[in-house]
């Protein structure tokens, strides 16, 4: 006789790992909040976010609720903070958590006073009847047990949202005061300091003898606790930091003069990226196809128009060097990170290690800003291998500039085709785009052996990982909105992942979709120009999706999209000595995310200034509109310092943009005026902004120098030299 096991109800985002609510939720005496979340605070706002989405659900005030930070000791395992998924995964969970935490305690204050459930109102914490005050949160804490699964939403009461508010972050004030809030500021007592010596590359080599020369002399230095080594792996503690960035240097001075490094290979040609990318060894997969293979027929086109694109590397260009603390007790690990997965990064330092991940704890502090991968679990195993050295005290270790820029993993350099054929009434019969790329993922916690690069340069056999991509249910990785929104008749995606790591490289905000954008919404503007067509009334023949064709008309609306030629006149005839142009874009992002539409206006004389960004985005319910705006407004910023400014300089042997004159961001003076609409629907769930303007704001911003100068440039960054190589190539063509 067969019996059958239930299987567990699927729950929806952090929820379905992390199923009970007190592994959410925590109600104190006083009738204050705890809430835990595994997401953590990178300058987004989410704590602020979560909080507000457990106020509504608990009719309470939202200064009620502290959002704790996150740590592996206390909070849900919600894997990585990226990828746009916070509110969106996380909301969730905490929204389901709290309805259902909320029933409870209704029903156990029913109980308690023998009325009705559905007599009772929650109105500012606290429990009404017929409007006589009850109790509150505080007074029932140890009457409702929260060691519960919590419930799929269509087993709680419903409720209906009303409009999401926007309270001052209660963070930002301290901020904007320089309160001692971030990592690096923090210090503890008998701490000592460590620093890190890196080499030219991840395959260089490091001649002994001249080491141990060199080692002995640096050893002696005022204040140095040690020097140590393994492999390519080594660092060195003082009493002060002073001390200790004197004593750095004079140890990679000496080994410089002392031409200590060898390095037998060589980084790839800085001025032919794309050369070096398509003939690298590769990994070919089909994204999309819309018929069986490559070479099967297509609708008949009378001509086919085709385009290439690159991007640079890039780096993240944190304001402040990646830090972390680490202290050993006994056989136990205590570590405090700014990493944007506490969790895997605990994995990957217990294998480093040889210690049991439970003997692991790590303390979120917010650091520098970063939206995606860059050395903040890298020197947070610098700090725990040193401070195995440093009997009992913590360790703390701040790398330099140099280390920032050489070392933390780039943002992936990108080369992408596209080809669309024609037919006789000049519609679009087939699209093919082609991505060429190393893979854009090379975190933590994910291998078998750790992505740490101190493991990576130790004697110990841990291998340099190639970057891999996510997974395409998860929004993939080089590949990310390559598939375009628009419907054609005939569709190929191919993605061509480089099986090489010369550089490392990894997750850079937004993945693939910066480039991918770039280049299929370039391509509908050169064909929308080839054709004789507006590129709004273009888009819009080959777009379905009414959510989308929302968020276009009303950029269009804001920008005076249909009296742009006249006012590119109006501006000409006034004798400016720049030329203006207006262009737009539109993504859905990682096509299952934000819906956002983008217009920019740009100045062109010696450089393009962008002066307006026009934003419109539905990201679903929101439920912080000041905190979705800012997050879109920042990403259409970051963005535009990419399209225009950013690329990472490197020679055959080492990255040489290891600071700000030789990697320039945009400035203050340059950022331009950027306006934001929403469209907010309570029907739709909500979705992460944080990503979403990264694509439409290059492709934008591309398409605005092409109708300012009639040049086509599609190669970023959009400097002077690549807008005089776009003019060279148009008049040889």
Known sequence: ?????????????????????????????????????????????????????AAQELALDVSCIDALAASTALSPNEAVTSGSLSVQDSGIAVRLASRHARMLFTQAAAAQYAVQVQDIQVLNGQFMHQGRVLCGYGDLCH????????????????????????????????????????????????????????????????????????????????????????????????????????????????????????????????????????NSPLQTTTVASSTPAVDVARPPAVRTLQADYVRAYLHHGSMSPSCALAQWRADALDVWSHSQGIFNLRRDLALALAIAPERVTIQHMQGAGCYGHNGADDVAFDAAW????????????????????????????????????????????????????????????????????GCWLQHADFPILLAENAAMSAGGGS??????????????????????????????????????????????????HATGQDPLAFRLQYLQDPRGRAVLDHVAKQAQWPHRDARQQAHAARGADTAWGQGLAYARYKNTGAY?????????????????????????????????????????????????????????????????????????????????????DAQHPSVGAGEATIGPCAAAIGNAVFHALGVRVREMPITPEQIVKAMDQADTV
């Open 1 to 53: 006789m067969s019996t059958s096991i239930d299987k567990p109800v699927v729950l929806p985002g952090g929820l379905n790992t992390n199923r009970q609510i007190a592994q959410w939720l925590q109600f104190l005496p006083d009738g204050r909040v705890r809430l835990l979340s595994g997401k953590v605070e990178i300058g987004q706002g989410i704590l602020h976010a979560l909080a507000q989405i």
């Open 143 to 278: 009457a409702v047990d929260l060691h519960l699964e919590v419930l799929p939403a269509e087993r709680l009461p419903s409720v209906t949202l009303a409009p999401g508010s926007s309270p001052v972050r209660p963070d930002l004030v301290r901020k904007f005061f320089a309160a001692a809030d971030y990592l690096q500021d923090l210090e503890l007592p008998g701490m000592l300091h460590g620093r890190m010596l890196r080499p030219p590359n991840l395959q260089a080599r490091l001649n002994d003898d001249i080491w141990l020369q060199v080692c002995g002399r640096v050893q002696q230095l005022p204040g140095v606790q040690g020097v140590y080594r393994d492999g390519c792996q080594i660092g060195l503690l003082a009493q002060t930091e002073v001390q200790a960035i004197q004593a750095v240097e004079a140890l990679r001075q000496a080994l410089v003069e002392g031409r200590a490094w060898s390095i037998p290979f060589e980084l790839p040609d800085a001025t032919a990226l794309s050369n070096w990318l398509r």
């Open 596 to 680: 956002c539409a983008l217009v920019a206006e740009v100045e062109v004389a010696e450089q393009v200034r962008v002066k307006r960004l026009y934003i419109v985005a539905d990201v679903g319910y929101v439920v912080d509109a000041d905190g979705a705006s800012n997050q879109l407004e920042g990403g259409a910023i970051q963005a535009t310092s990419w399209t225009l400014l950013e690329a990472a300089k490197f020679d055959r042997s080492q990255v040489l943009s290891v600071d700000w004159e030789s990697y320039p961001i945009l400035r203050f003076n340059d950022v331009p005026e950027v306006s934001v609409e929403l469209l907010s």
């Open 479 to 528: 590949e990310r909105n390559a598939v375009p929104p628009y419907q054609f008749d005939a569709l190929q995606v191919l993605n061509h992942r480089v099986m090489q790591m010369p550089m490392r490289v990894s997750a850079l905000r937004g993945l693939g979709a910066h480039t991918n954008v770039f280049a299929a919404e370039s391509f509908m503007d050169e064909l929308a």
């Open 386 to 453: 040193l401070a195995r050295f440093a009997r009992g005290a913590p360790v703390r270790v701040l790398w330099s500039r140099h280390d920032e820029m050489a070392w933390s993993p780039l943002g992936p350099a990108m080369s992408v085709g596209v080809q669309a054929g024609l037919d006789a009434q000049d519609r679009v019969v087939f699209w093919q785009h082609d991505v060429w790329s190393q893979g854009h993922g090379t975190r933590p916690g994910r291998n078998a052996t750790p992505a740490l690069l």
